[in-house]
């Protein structure tokens, strides 16, 4: 349904740092980045896209407020959700929820849950079994 989404971010540079290290674990990476210089209509000095193929999540620095979000992103297993949440850690986020079952969603959904450096609640779940 969605084709992909735009973070707002005060830091450009550490929150594509903090992307790519806690993405890579489910096999989420920098696919593109545009610059004014490539885009002159750009409405930011630089923009850049992670996914798996084509780029889904694009962050975007600002100034300006930034509204709490959540993300959930795919992983294929739970231990995909494991090394997500101790990349996220070693990349700079706060834990916001161990991995671990969360039955109450129901039985099968294993997730992690991190603040990023903006304030983001990002996770990665897996529906499956192991």
């Not at 594509?16 to 990476?29: C, D, I, S």
């Not at 997500?84 to 099968?108: E, I, K, S």
Request: aromatic share 10%.
């Amino acid at each position: 349904m969605i084709d992909h989404y735009t973070l707002l971010v005060r830091d450009y540079a550490r929150s594509k740092a903090f992307y790519a290290a806690a993405l890579e674990p489910l096999g989420y990476g920098l696919v593109m980045e545009l610059t004014r210089a490539q885009v002159p209509s750009l409405g930011v000095p630089a923009t850049c896209g992670f996914g798996a193929g084509k780029p889904d999540l694009w962050l975007a620095p600002t100034d300006g407020e930034i509204a709490s979000t959540h993300l959930a992103f795919t992983a294929k297993s739970r231990a995909a959700v494991d090394a997500f949440h101790a990349a996220a850690l070693a990349a700079g986020a706060t834990d916001n929820g161990p991995p671990g079952v969360r039955a109450h969603y129901h039985p099968g959904y294993y997730g992690a849950f991190v603040i990023d450096p903006d304030g983001y609640n990002v996770e990665a779940v897996c529906h499956g079994g192991e």
